[in-house]
């Protein structure tokens, strides 16, 4: 698939151009998997995105102000700030039934606990910040259904520190990483397309990671509880506004704590 786009489509925002090139790769799961020159081609787009196109402010550099005859300018002057996030917060982009898009805002220090994506593929931006990643692969994947999951994995990232601005990453279902965690070093936010979304026939996982000693580079993953006093606070997305099949569209994420 070809990565440069015609003059017409340059016009449009990031975020449209991120959505339509989505929509054009996942909306025909009769067609298969996305092909790695797919996965490139969205990884490129990802990587032109700034904290600025999603309607965040993070602080290093005045936001651009809006006008009203400029479309590809956020909803309006007001950005979210990255100094309002005192606890996780999920910016909701877009859901259909073939992919989903938003962000995940972090406050220095939280944690987003090691968990799973069954079944999909996730392309991630980190817009800001610096963040901690701990990832693993199974090694066989355990039973879907039946008693709660649990396995030998291979570590993909100890710790690794992430600094923006990087290159877009990739996970796919037995690659790359599909169980991670997140720490944030410092306040930072991760643009996540995943495909996929999170459904209730394909829910997310939460794992305890025990290292083998005796095994370097591998890990015994259980599945566990998440902990009771974890939870991700909903936010409206203030950035461009999307085109898109409205009878796909879902806005449940509107609860921000201001």
Not at 31 to 60: F, H, M, N, S, Y
Not at 154 to 165: H, L, S, T, W
Not at 201 to 211: A, G, I, K, N, Q
Not at 222 to 246: C, I, K, N, Q, R
Request: charged share 25%.
């Amino acid at each position: 698939m070809a990565v440069a786009f015609p003059p017409h489509i340059m016009a449009l925002s990031k975020v449209q151009r991120l959505y339509d090139a989505c929509d054009v790769v996942f909306a025909s799961p009769a067609a298969g998997p996305p092909t790695l020159g797919e996965i490139r081609w969205l990884q490129k787009i990802l990587d032109g995105v700034e904290t600025a196109d999603v309607g965040i402010d993070d602080g290093e550099k005045p936001a651009p102000s809006s006008s009203s005859d400029d479309e590809l300018s956020p909803k309006s002057d007001r950005f979210l700030s990255a100094r309002a996030f005192t606890r996780i917060t999920y910016v909701h982009i877009h859901q259909c039934d073939d992919f989903s898009m938003g962000v995940f805002c972090f406050p220095a220090g939280a944690t987003l606990p090691l968990h799973d994506h069954p079944e999909m593929v996730v392309l991630s931006k980190l817009l800001y910040g610096s963040v901690r990643v701990r990832s693993y692969d199974w090694v066989a994947a355990p039973p879907r259904s039946g008693a709660r999951k649990c396995g030998l994995a291979r570590v993909v990232a100890a710790d690794e520190v992430r600094r923006a601005p990087c290159e877009a990453s990739v996970l796919f279902p037995r690659s790359g990483g599909n169980l991670h965690a997140f720490t944030a070093v410092t306040p930072c936010a991760i643009l996540d397309v995943l495909t996929p979304p999170y459904s209730e026939e394909r829910p997310s996982t939460y794992f305890s990671d025990v290292p083998i000693p005796s095994l370097p580079g591998f890990a015994f993953l259980e599945e566990t509880d998440l902990p009771e006093d974890f939870s991700v606070a909903g936010a409206p997305y203030l950035g461009p506004e999307l085109t898109v099949d409205m009878d796909d569209y879902d806005d449940d994420y509107d609860d921000y704590d201001e």
